[in-house]
Nanobody, 122 residues
Framework: QVKLVESGGGLVQPGGSLRLSCAAS????????IGWFRQAPGKEREFVAG????????YYVDAVKGRFTISRDNAKATMYLQMNSLKVEDTAVYYC???????????????WGQGTQVTVSS
């Protein structure tokens, strides 16, 4: 059974940085992608960034390009989302999720973590 656990959320001022972590267990195949999603109050959950097992393929939505960086350390079975230049509109619960394909996509994720709150406020 795949299990994903996010951490690293918190309160940060606009312009600040946070690094989210997603610790994975139970993933038996390299044929997968990890994605980061977020859901703000009153809004639908949206895809933010994704990375495949090798780390060669990554994808970002336009709203975070140049500010967020997704990475992974397979030895530690942990994925990261480095978030810089944070804006108030980045406030949301952030989730990591696993998709059983090496193709980085915005849909088709089967396993989800419980989420971690990120609040950007002065």
């Amino acid at each position: 059974q795949v299990k994903l656990v996010e951490s690293g959320g918190g309160l940060v001022q606009p312009g600040g940085s946070l690094r989210l972590s997603c610790a994975a267990s139970g993933i038996s195949s390299r044929d997968h992608t990890i994605g980061w999603f977020r859901q703000a109050p009153g809004k639908e959950r949206e895809f933010v960034a994704g990375i495949n097992w090798s780390g060669v393929s990554t994808y970002y939505v336009d709203a975070v390009k140049g500010r967020f960086t997704i990475s992974r350390d397979n030895a530690k079975a942990t994925m990261y989302l480095q978030m810089n230049s944070l804006k108030v509109e980045d406030t949301a619960v952030y989730y990591c999720a696993q998709r059983g394909s090496t193709v980085v996509a915005v849909t088709g994720y089967d396993y989800w973590g419980q989420g971690t709150q990120v609040t950007v406020s002065s």
